[in-house]
């Protein structure tokens, strides 16, 4: 076939295309936005009806995700939430980390949450959520990792705090770093 034959041919090809419908990706099932969690704190120190910052992780068909919640103007959160979904996304859970922030139930010692970063520890099974803690001004405590309690993030709607428990069971070990990664028992997540 000559080259102008060539060039006429894709040029048909590409109209036939592009007039034929809309893209392919388009004609499957339409998504829609899912509302799967709401700001349940009321102090008036923060922002409320604020759920920001997210993160996630996935592994196989779970999802779980963590955020800000009550957002204070000046940095940090109320608390840190938590969503899970163990069907890709179809359906979810949530709930609030205990025993965080002072607004936490029950409450904890810092005063605000911040920068939650979602991670799955393979070896034990186990979801990690790690967060920064700030006294009630804003000035940053440390870090706090938070471990779901069951084999799975569904199996109960309880996490507990790990930071500063001693433990005779295996525990994950968690370094957070500052380039937006997280290495557990030395395999690096990065988000």
């Known amino acids: 076939m000559p080259p102008t034959a060539r060039v006429l041919a894709l040029a048909a090809l590409l109209f036939f295309l592009l007039s034929s419908g809309p893209p ?3 004609t499957t ?4 936005a ?6 349940p704190y009321t102090n008036t120190t923060s922002q409320h009806e604020t759920e920001v910052e997210p993160d996630t ?5 779970t999802v779980v ?3 800000q919640v009550g957002r204070f103007t000046n ?8 969503a899970t979904s163990t069907d890709a996304g179809i359906t ?7 025993s965080l922030t002072a607004f936490a139930t029950p409450p904890g010692s810092a005063g605000r949450a911040s920068d939650p970063s979602v991670a799955y520890d393979e070896t034990l099974g186990v979801w990690l959520i790690a967060s920064l803690t700030l ?8 870090i706090v990792v938070s471990q779901s309690v069951g084999r799975r993030a569904s199996d109960s709607p309880e996490w507990r705090c790990l930071s500063g428990r001693s433990s005779t069971r295996p525990r994950p070990r968690l370094d957070v770093t500052d380039r937006q990664e997280a290495v557990i028992n030395g395999a690096v997540h990065r988000h």
Do not use: E, K, M, P
């Open 75 to 82: 940095g940090g959160a109320s608390n840190i939430g938590w």
């Open 29 to 32: 099932a339409a998504s829609t």
């Open 24 to 26: 392919l990706a388009r």
């Open 65 to 67: 995700a963590a955020f």
């Open 34 to 39: 899912q509302q799967i969690s709401a700001d």
């Open 92 to 98: 979810w859970t949530h709930g609030y980390l205990a």
């Open 135 to 142: 006294t009630s001004g804003g000035t940053v405590i440390g």
């Open 57 to 61: 992780y996935a592994h196989g068909s």
